[in-house]
């Protein structure tokens, strides 16, 4: 159903813009999302967006990362700026519809010099 991609090695205070794929028209949600798991820490949520565009950040990457979505190209990103060691994670696109919850793979970001 969903689809990560564009992890990578960055350096502190780089960029680097997540995709996340989704196999049917991203509206078919109610929310989706970015979630994110560091070495030893508990999977966080790093923000999501509702059907109606409404969209929450957690308050660590506020100001610093960015959701935006396009509904022709069924797609879900996460553009993320001034990355920081602390963002260094397995980043995670996230989906609910009803009752359903659906994660996709994963992708890797790694923020180091």
């Known amino acids: 159903q969903l689809q990560a991609s564009g992890g990578g090695l960055v350096q502190p205070g780089g960029s680097l813009t997540l995709s996340c794929a989704a196999s049917?028209?991203?509206?078919?949600?109610?929310?989706m999302g970015w979630h994110r798991q560091a070495p030893g820490k508990q999977r966080e949520l790093v923000t999501h967006i509702f059907r109606d565009g409404f969209t929450t950040y957690a308050t660590s990457v506020k100001g610093r990362f960015t959701m935006s979505r396009d509904g022709n190209k069924n797609m879900v990103y996460l553009h993320m700026n001034s990355l920081k060691p602390e963002d260094t994670a397995v980043y995670y696109c996230n989906a609910k519809r009803s009752t359903a919850d659906y994660w996709g793979q994963g992708t890797l970001v790694t923020v180091s010099s």
């Open positions: 049917g028209s991203i509206f078919n949600f109610n929310v």
